[in-house]
């Protein structure tokens, strides 16, 4: 790493910290296809304990437990419905439908944000005509919706609802930990209304490497199978769940930080002409705003920030996100801010 660049491209950037490799240097292994990793297991049983379930089972990515998740909950001809700018449908390859046999039908939010009303009609008659209507997906926070929480009473609706029309409710929660940060209702409150939930390690919570998908025993056995199927077997996975078990004891409650920074990120994209918050409410620890064209594309943006040793990413044409995270302190996040003000005034 450059020594003073300030990553603000994603949450994902993070890298372990000297405790953290201490942990994984020492984690016990064992073979996790053949048998069980203690430390896996460790990651597991702690996983299912804070989510509130039964059992967890460790992957390698988020996109892998979402994925596998669909494939317990829908077979080949089967239809879920979810948010139309979720991650599963718009940054997974429509895995749904490569690797399941499955469609999506999506529902538009605003700013990733929907309600049960919306999901009234939607449940397919059953008709040898039609695909069969499965399941529900709900992301909180809200990836595409700069982080936005998902509100509690609204998740309860949306999943009383699934339940009662005798669908199945799976939460892509990759940051649910930032939704518990700065909520404060804990993990296993928001995921007691979902048959399956998955959570990301390698997000804010800084670990290097996977994800596990929480739920009943019997199906989280059930995905055991398919992770093999699908590549995601890990022998000595000891090594990276290691990382992910030290994140989860030590690294939740400093997302109160993170949150913190991206409202002072906020505070001067709100000060600055020509730059606008998209939404202007920041719940957690993403800022997205658009770039007027007076001060060009929302490229020319972040390359003029990025030599000044700030990185963003560019989204869209004329959007930009920036993501506060355990690798920028608030100190970086001052001077981000600064650079903002200085590159927008220089610009406009
Ligand atoms: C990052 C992310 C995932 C999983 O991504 P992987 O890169 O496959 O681990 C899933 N859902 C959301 C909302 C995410 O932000």
Known sequence: MVPNMIDLRSDTVTRPSPAMRAAIAEAPVGDDVIDKDPTVERLQDLSAEILG??????????????????????????????????????????????????????????????????????????????????MVTIENTHNRGAGRIQPYETVVDLCAWAHHNGLATHLDGARLFNAVAATGINAADWSQHFDTISICFSKGLGAPVGSVLAGPYEMIQEARRHRKLFGGGMRQAGMIA???????????????????????????????????LQPDQVDTNMVIFTVNADLGNAQQFVDEMASHDVHMLAISPTAIRAVTHLDVSADQVQQAAKTFMSVAHRLG
């Open 242 to 276: 290691a990382g992910a078990l030290y994140a989860l004891l030590n690294n939740r409650e400093r997302l109160r930080e993170d949150h913190d920074n991206a409202q002072v990120l906020a505070s001067a994209v709100r000060r600055c002409e020509g730059l606008r």
């Open 53 to 134: 379930k039964e059992a967890a089972l460790y992957m390698p990515s988020g996109s892998m437990t979402n994925q596998i998740a669909v494939r317990l909950h829908c077979k080949p001809g089967d239809e879920f419905i979810c948010e139309s700018g979720c991650h599963i449908y718009n940054y997974e390859q429509a895995a749904f439908a490569q690797l399941s046999g499955v469609v999506a039908r999506t529902v538009p939010g605003k700013g990733g944000i929907w309600k049960k009303d919306q999901l009234v009609g939607l449940v397919r008659p059953v008709n040898e005509h039609q695909v069969r209507t499965r």
